[in-house]
């Protein structure tokens, strides 16, 4: 990257020692200050956002890929803890599950068709083929897919009207019926990884070859079109309607509650049961989290450290000299954008096993996209622990600067009028402050330090 | 059979929006293509400076509206714009000053000013929510219609009716004498012909005499003109959201590429290239066609080729097909 500094000298064991230091130390703070239970909140999402971050990084950091979607295949990932923890809707598979795999299949095809067309045709008449065989494909695809749709969304919509998942058996239950732990879920998680992995073979395919900045805006647009359709494809994921009631891959508080055995340890813990079912919970959800994040940076710093990373490095610091040496580009970048974007598939898909439901209208590009690229920035792109670091600083930020900008706005308001409309507003728009000091925090890291909090080697 | 009405329901469904949108992304599009010719980097921040124009706008209308002037059947917002266009101006300015030229002078890459342009986004975003906040804001007065569609019906007795509001006569209008004085500017001045000059080649224009702090002053000054006018007209058009604002960076920047990123004629060109496939492809030509075609032939579904949720996907599908077969836009752009 352009720094303006003349060390090249990387990140010293010490600096990152005393910089994930620091992040210990915001945690374990919030913890005494507020509580524990916010403290693992912000660890959770910290470890979250880190894989995040780790995708990102491969892409931007290591490669020198403009991946402005970040937030699509983040949702893919959602989707894929949809399609993998519910169980199968049995009505609505019978109505028509088949009629609507059919009619992807039909479109499919007809792309597929429609390629190989353009690409083996007769010089001369392939654009008219093409046309015509994407026309009467589109109308053959409307009219098996659309009647099962329809017949899908319309089968008790309150509460279904979507095919459902794969978890055939179902979540398991104690005898009183109170919900267990469904590791089944966990399987959420590749395979939230492979449909974003898919998703960017499709992108990458087409938009690779372009420039950085067209990259960066088709990436942009697939990230919306990828929302559009979790949002509109009820049959899918039921829509706006969210998909609530998503299987945990760790116990739940009620069952703990209810347990004996546990409500005799939380008793020689010296905590009263609620807290500590709630603290175990999250713990569980840390465990998981962190033992991802940690298989996920081994293999991020063997490969950044292996031929491959030193290729990928050379490809992303001249790319015509590399290409002289017989570098395949475009496929090189074809496997980076995939591997990327399929870590931050496999994060959205953890967010989403947190959150226990999908929300399709709660994916907003400034958070699941340009948030990300601040963590990787501010950590140092091209280090992979200074992208986990900027993962933990500017989450455990994004979440802290609210309560401080309340109390600044509290300190600032005080001396106004009870009714004071002036205060009202100032107080209603303190939530939006948090926008303002990323943008502020971006380019301060970007002037002063552009090579971020821990720099790359 | 009727061919006269089927045209009646297109004007009225598709060409008058289409042409109302297309000269909102047009200006809109200018804009991005003068930063990206002039300044060499795709600014992110486009959508965001719109929504602060637009706000700075709403808000003087606002304090209009409460003096009691007004333009008549013309929406005051009209009288609030250059308020609106300075406030921007400074706004943008000051950014420059601050933030892009340091990073200018170092010569840095297109893709770090890019980077930059989203913290500067962030900013802008926070700045218009914390003022105005995030939800629907409505500022249209005046006039609805220039011509309603019962009006239109009495009028010709014809079976459809076409409605033109006043917001899209003044949208078409404005941009009109927006882009005629652009033109201008560019082609006839001293200052725009330098502007082009440096667009052109910035080496020969700099040992040409041509100060570029001028021109990128210039250039600022023009872009947040086109930005709060392509703002206020969308949000008199349609509504005003920041979030909507934000979103249209999409269209916006599929239209400045498809017409040539750094031109400013393929910009307007790409403008209404996106603005009548997103209106054609979402609109339901159950009516159209119901008109023009046989009975025997009516068609029973809406003809709808796709729900208007998927607004995006087509600019998106026209961005990547373009570039396709055309990698540097409709008209010859340029690349940094």
């Given amino acids: 990257m352009s720094g303006n500094r003349v060390d090249t000298a990387g990140a010293s064991p010490a600096r990152t020692a005393a910089m994930f230091a620091l992040v210990l130390v915001l945690i374990v703070g919030t913890g005494l200050v507020q509580s524990w239970n916010s403290a693992l909140i912000i660890l959770n999402m910290g470890l979250i956002s880190a894989v995040m971050a780790l995708g990102v990084n491969l892409q931007w950091g290591i490669a020198g890929l403009f991946n402005v979607g970040v937030m699509g295949f983040v949702a893919l990932g959602g989707l894929a803890v949809v399609l993998m923890g519910m169980p199968p809707v049995g009505e609505t598979w019978a109505a028509g599950g088949a009629r609507v795999l059919g009619g992807l299949s039909v479109g499919a095809a007809v792309i597929v068709g429609a390629v190989m067309v353009w690409n083996r045709g007769p010089k001369r008449w392939r654009g008219w083929m093409t046309f015509g065989l994407l026309v009467v494909g589109f109308v053959v695809f409307r009219a098996v897919y659309d009647a099962g749709v329809e017949a899908i969304e319309s089968i008790n919509p309150a509460s279904t009207g979507y095919l459902g998942g794969l978890n055939f058996g179902g979540s398991p239950r104690t005898e009183d019926g109170l919900p267990l732990a469904d590791l089944f879920v966990l399987l959420a998680w590749p395979a939230g990884g492979l449909l974003a992995a898919g998703a960017a073979w499709i992108i990458g395919k087409t938009a690779l070859g372009l420039r950085s900045d067209y990259l960066a805006i088709a990436t942009l647009g697939i990230a919306e079109i990828v929302i559009a359709v979790l949002k509109n494809e009820d049959w899918l994921t039921r829509g706006v309607k969210n998909v609530t009631g998503l299987p945990r891959p760790v116990p739940y508080e009620v069952t703990l509650q209810q347990d004996p055995g546990f409500i005799e340890r939380a008793a020689g813990w010296g905590t009263d049961v609620t807290t500590a079912s709630t603290i175990t919970v999250k713990l569980g959800y840390s465990l998981l989290f962190a033992s991802v994040l940690i298989v996920l940076l081994i293999l991020a710093q063997l490969a950044l450290n292996s031929p491959w990373g030193r290729m990928m490095r050379a490809i992303r610091d001249n790319e015509t000299s590399a290409r002289a040496m017989g570098k395949d580009v475009k496929a090189r970048h074809l496997q980076v954008f995939i591997l990327g974007s399929a870590i931050c598939g496999i994060a959205g898909a953890m967010m989403t096993t947190l959150d226990g439901q999908l929300t399709p209208s709660s994916y907003q590009p400034l958070r699941f996209t340009f948030l990300v690229w601040v963590m990787v920035i501010v950590g140092g792109s091209g280090n992979n622990l200074g992208a986990v670091l900027g993962g933990f600083v500017i989450w455990f930020l994004w979440v802290q600067v609210d309560p401080m900008a309340q109390w600044l706005v509290g300190a600032v308001t005080s001396g106004m009028a009870e009714d004071s409309a002036l205060a009202a507003h100032l107080t209603n728009s303190a939530q939006h402050l948090k926008l303002l000091t990323m943008g502020v925090i971006l380019l301060v890291v970007l002037r002063f330090s552009p090579r971020g909090l821990l720099p790359e080697r | ?336």
């Fill in chain 2, 1 to 336: 059979m009727d061919l006269l009405n089927a045209f009646v329901a297109l004007a009225n469904f598709v060409l008058v929006p289409a042409i109302a949108y297309g000269s909102q992304l047009a200006l809109g599009a200018l804009g991005v293509t003068l930063i990206y010719g002039i300044l060499r980097f795709s600014n992110f921040a486009h959508g965001d400076t719109m929504a602060f124009g637009t706000m700075v706008v709403i808000l003087v209308t606002w304090l209009f509206q409460s003096w009691g002037i007004s333009l008549g059947p013309l929406p005051t917002a009209l009288l609030a714009i250059p308020f609106g266009i300075a406030a921007t101006a400074a706004l943008v300015l000051g950014t420059d000053r601050a933030v892009y030229r340091f990073y200018r002078a170092q010569k840095a890459k297109p893709v770090i000013l890019v980077i930059v342009s989203i913290g500067v986004m962030f900013i802008y975003n926070g700045l218009t929510r914390v003022i105005l906040g995030p939800d629907d804001q409505r500022f249209a007065d005046g006039e609805r219609f220039i011509i309603s569609a019962r009006e239109f019906r009495n009028l010709t007795g014809l079976e459809e009716g076409l409605a033109i509001r006043t917001t899209q006569g003044i949208t078409v209008v404005t941009a009109v004498i927006v882009v005629a004085v652009l033109f201008w500017f560019l082609n006839r001045t001293r200052t725009g012909k330098s502007m082009r000059a440096y667009s052109d080649n910035e080496d020969l224009a700099l040992l040409s005499g041509i100060n570029p702090e001028r021109v990128e002053r210039v250039t600022w000054l023009i872009v947040a003109a086109l930005v709060t006018i392509a703002g206020v007209l969308y949000g008199l058009d349609k509504s005003y959201k920041p979030f909507t604002y934000f979103q249209l960076l999409l269209p916006i920047f599929a239209a400045a590429i498809v017409g040539g990123l750094g031109n400013p004629l393929g910009a307007i060109l790409g403008g209404f290239v996106i603005a009548f496939s997103e209106v054609g492809i979402t609109y339901a030509w159950k009516k159209v066609l119901g008109h023009a075609l046989p009975e025997s032939l009516e068609p029973d579904g809406l003809v709808q080729l796709m729900s208007t949720d998927y607004k995006f996907a087509v600019s998106f599908v026209i961005l990547v097909i373009v570039l396709l077969f055309k990698p540097t836009g409709l008209t010859k752009g340029k690349s940094v």
